[in-house]
């Protein structure tokens, strides 16, 4: 008598076995006799071995997905990359994080809906960020997730079907001597120089931060007789990529005149905290740091001198 195997049966007539294993939840044949019963039992291991192996990479799968539960893991892995590390918009990536974090941080990630990212955007609306700054978080929030399933760390699932911005123009708006005067008077010197070279020659701040001593040109002798003061921006300083040339007013000069003492052509003019080589060059993050110690202050360097 053959052994009883789980999953494998026989039926018995007149006198020849015909054996059956149970595969995929139908009974297949598998042939009469001893040759049949090999069959049999072969067909219904190979079966339940293919069983054991699909359950255990699914196990593997959870594990892996378990990985990254909630915003703020996903948010660790992504800013610690190298490859973000290493983008120029790093500083301002981290700047985004924060914020995201201190509203989503503990959501999971499979509960991050567009619902969720339009209730984010009123939330930060309503702690005074711009349209255009809180396009740019809800956008880094989606270059994590995006990457993180990129990389299969995460499934294609659990990132949100659609990650809403909004995409307003926002016209510049020309502010006053006076408002200009109230925000300058209230800044520490360093800062206070910072706005006034953006006040009087509306340059972005990223250029105003890597501007060098080498840049500024003072007491000039132009070829009308003249004597000129500008700063010089290469075709590397822009961003549009167009070298040009900026006007330097009085008041600035004197800023100028005053910072260039002790710099070598290849140091930031606009430094703070410390003293002579430890001073920090300043950064656009530092700079909305901060203006954001300003109540009611526009953005800096996205306004224009009436």
Request: hydrophobic share 35%; net charge positive; charged share 25%.
């Amino acid at each position: 008598m053959a052994k009883k195997i789980k999953g494998v049966t026989c039926i018995i007539r007149n006198g020849p076995t015909y054996w059956y294993a149970r595969v995929g939840g139908q009974r297949v044949y598998c042939g009469k006799g001893d040759k049949g019963y090999k069959v049999a039992v072969a067909a219904r291991s190979k079966y339940v071995a293919k069983r054991y192996e699909t359950r255990e990479m699914t196990a593997g799968l959870k594990v892996r997905k378990a990985e990254f539960r909630t915003v703020r893991d996903l948010s660790n892995w992504y800013i610690q990359l190298p490859k973000v590390q290493q983008l120029t918009s790093y500083e301002r990536k981290v700047f985004a994080s924060v914020h995201l974090l201190k509203h989503l941080g503990s959501k999971r990630l499979v509960n991050v809906d567009a619902d969720t990212l339009e209730q984010y955007r009123e939330r930060r609306a309503g702690e005074g960020a711009q349209s255009g700054t809180i396009d740019y978080e809800i956008g880094a929030l989606s270059a994590m997730y995006h990457l993180a399933m990129k990389r299969k760390k995460i499934q294609g699932d659990l990132v949100p079907g659609e990650f809403p911005v909004a995409r307003e123009v926002n016209p510049r708006r020309i502010i006053t001597e006076e408002e200009f005067s109230s925000l300058h008077a209230a800044a520490d010197s360093d800062f206070a120089d910072v706005l006034l070279c953006g006040y009087e020659t509306a340059m972005r701040s990223g250029e105003i931060c890597k501007l060098t001593a080498g840049q500024v040109r003072l007491n000039i002798a132009h070829i009308s007789g003249t004597v000129v003061d500008y700063i010089d921006l290469g075709i590397f300083d822009t961003k549009t990529g167009a070298r040009r040339t900026v006007p330097v007013s009085a008041r600035l000069r004197d800023v100028l005149e005053r910072r260039l003492q002790v710099l070598g052509p290849d140091d930031y003019v606009f430094t703070y905290s410390g003293y002579g080589k430890n001073r920090k060059p300043y950064t656009p993050v530092a700079v909305s740091i901060s203006s954001s110690r300003f109540a009611r202050m526009p953005v800096l360097f996205t306004v224009t001198r009436h």
